[in-house]
C-alpha cells in the first residue's frame, strides 16, 4: 500500500500540500484494519513523502524542498535562496586579497604545507584566546581548540563528550545543524518549552527529574532562527539547575557577535560545565571554515581526539589568514559592517511584510515569520518556489512532534536591489495561501 501511493505521489497525481484521508477514512476506503492504514503512512512519512501536522491532518510534500537544513546544499540554480544564510560583502574579495599576501611575505610557509597540532598552532590559539577575553572573560588558550568552523566544533563534542542513547535539552526550536549531528550520534534531544527562543528553568528542572539528562544545549545571544537574546537572570537560572543536576552545557554563539552589548555569558558563569562554541563563518566569510571550541580541562583530550578522528587538525592555511584579521582589526571592521547590514535588511523585511509579527534580532540576516491561525507553510513555501524563491518552513529546526506553522527567511546574501522585491513577493504568497 505504501509503494502504491508512493508512486501515486511521485508521478504528481497528488500535487504538493494535498490532504490525505485521515487514517480511519483511509482503512475504510481500502478495507484495511486501522493499523495496517497508520503503517502505511509511517512508511510514507519515513521516505519523506508526507508530513503529519498535530491537529491538521496529512499532507503531501513537495518533493523538491529539502527535509532538513545543513545536511545538503538543496537550492537549485536560479532561486532566490532564503533557505542558507549566507553574509557577504563586495568588500570580501579584496580582504581575501590582501590577506593572501600578507601570509606570502610573513611567517613560515613551508610549515603551513605540514601536520599541525590537533587543538591548533600555539601562537594561533593565543590570539584567539586573547580577542574573545572583552566578552568571555579570560580564557586558558590550553583549553580552546581550533577546529574546522562552528559545526565540526558541534560534531566533536557530541562525538567525543557523548554516547548514543545519552539526552540533551534544547529549545523546542534549535540550529538545525545540531538536530543533524544528534541523529548521526544517537543521541536523544529533549525539548524543554520557553518563551520565544528563551528555555524555561522550571520547564528543564522538571524534565530533569523526569529523566536522566546530560546536557543542555543553548544558543543565549542570538538564537538561531528566534534572534532572542536570553536575559541575565534567566542565565543565572538556568546554570542553578544545570548545577543541581550535574549537566554540560554547550553555548554556541554563531551569532553572538551581532549583539552588541550582551549579558555575561554562560562560560564566564560557569566555566567549569560549559563547553562553548564559536566561529567566524558568520562574521567574516562562511567558505572560511574555522571555529574553536572552549571547554574545562578534564575534557580536552577527548575533544582533541574527536579532532584527530575527523579532520587531524585546521589547514594552517585558513587558520594563519583569520587570526592575522583578528590582529590588524579586520574582524573588528568585519563584524560592525555585519551587524550595520544585518540591521538594514531587517528594516527592509519588516517594512516589506507590513504588520506581520516577526521574531528576530536587530542585527541578525534572518527573521522568523510565524503564520496566522489556520496558515500553513508548505503551501506558502511551493508557491514562492513558483515565484522562484526558495524557503524553509519550521520543520527543519523543530524539535517537537507538534511543529509550528512558520517561515524562517535567510536574507544575509541576497543583495539589498533585489530584497524589497522578494519580501513582497514572501507577503503576497502568505495573503493568497491564507485567503485560499
Known amino acids: 500500500m505504501a509503494d502504491m501511493l508512493s508512486a501515486v505521489i511521485r508521478q504528481g497525481k497528488l500535487a504538493p500540500g494535498t490532504k490525505l484521508p485521515t487514517h480511519r477514512a483511509f482503512a475504510e476506503q481500502f478495507n484495511v484494519a486501522l493499523a495496517t492504514a497508520t503503517r502505511a503512512y509511517g512508511e510514507l512519512e519515513r521516505r519523506g513523502l508526507i508530513v503529519g501536522e498535530a491537529g491538521r491532518g496529512t499532507y503531501v510534500r513537495d518533493l523538491d524542498l529539502p527535509t532538513t537544513l545543513g545536511v545538503r546544499q538543496t537550492v537549485s540554480d536560479g532561486l532566490v535562496d532564503l533557505v542558507f544564510n549566507m553574509p557577504g560583502d563586495a568588500a570580501d574579495a579584496d580582504m581575501l586579497r590582501a590577506g593572501l599576501r600578507r601570509l606570502a611575505t610573513t611567517g613560515d610557509l613551508e610549515a603551513m604545507l605540514r601536520y599541525q597540532p590537533h587543538g591548533g598552532r600555539t601562537h594561533e590559539r593565543r590570539i584567539i584566546a586573547e580577542n574573545l577575553t572583552s566578552t568571555l572573560g579570560p580564557i ?196 560592525e559592517n555585519r551587524r550595520r547590514d544585518g540591521a538594514e535588511r531587517q528594516q527592509l523585511c519588516r517594512t516589506a511584510l507590513g504588520g506581520a509579527r516577526i521574531l528576530s534580532h536587530p542585527n541578525a540576516g534572518f527573521a522568523w515569520l510565524p503564520l496566522e491561525k489556520g496558515g500553513r507553510a508548505e503551501p506558502i513555501v511551493t508557491r514562492l518556489k513558483e515565484h522562484g524563491i526558495s524557503a524553509s518552513g519550521a520543520d527543519p529546526f523543530a524539535t517537537t512532534v507538534a511543529v509550528p506553522q512558520a517561515l524562517r527567511l535567510a536574507f544575509g546574501g541576497i543583495s539589498k536591489s533585489e530584497l524589497r522585491e522578494v519580501f513582497q513577493t514572501v507577503r503576497k504568497a502568505v495573503e493568497e495561501t491564507s485567503i485560499a
Open 140 to 335: 586558558d588558550p590550553e583549553c580552546l581548540l581550533v577546529t574546522s568552523g562552528g559545526q565540526h566544533g558541534l560534531a566533536i563534542i557530541a562525538l567525543g563528550l557523548f554516547q548514543r542513547g545519552d539526552a540533551i535539552a534544547t529549545d523546542t526550536l534549535t540550529y538545525p545543524g545540531f538536530k543533524s549531528i544528534a541523529t548521526l550520534q544517537g543521541v536523544d534531544l529533549i525539548p524543554v518549552d520557553g518563551r520565544d527562543g528563551v528555555m524555561s528553568p522550571d520547564d528543564l528542572d522538571r524534565q530533569c527529574r523526569d529523566r536522566k539528562i546530560r546536557a543542555i544545549y543553548l544558543m543565549p545571544t542570538v538564537h538561531n532562527p528566534l534572534g532572542a537574546v536570553m536575559d541575565e537572570p534567566t542565565r543565572h537560572r538556568l546554570i542553578g539547575v544545570a548545577r543541581k543536576h550535574d549537566l554540560l552545557v554547550i553555548e554556541d554563539a554563531a551569532y553572538a557577535f551581532l549583539e552588541p552589548d550582551p549579558p555575561p555569558s554562560l562560560i564566564s558563569l560557569a566555566p567549569e560545565r560549559t563547553v562553548h562554541v564559536g566561529g567566524f563563518s558568520k562574521s567574516l566569510a562562511t567558505g572560511l571554515r574555522l571555529g574553536y571550541v572552549i571547554a574545562p580541562a578534564n575534557h580536552c583530550d577527548r575533544l582533541l581526539e574527536a579532532i584527530r578522528a575527523t579532520t587531524w587538525n585546521t589547514p594552517a592555511l585558513i587558520s594563519g589568514l583569520v587570526t592575522g584579521w583578528v590582529e590588524d582589526g579586520t574582524l573588528v571592521a568585519s563584524e
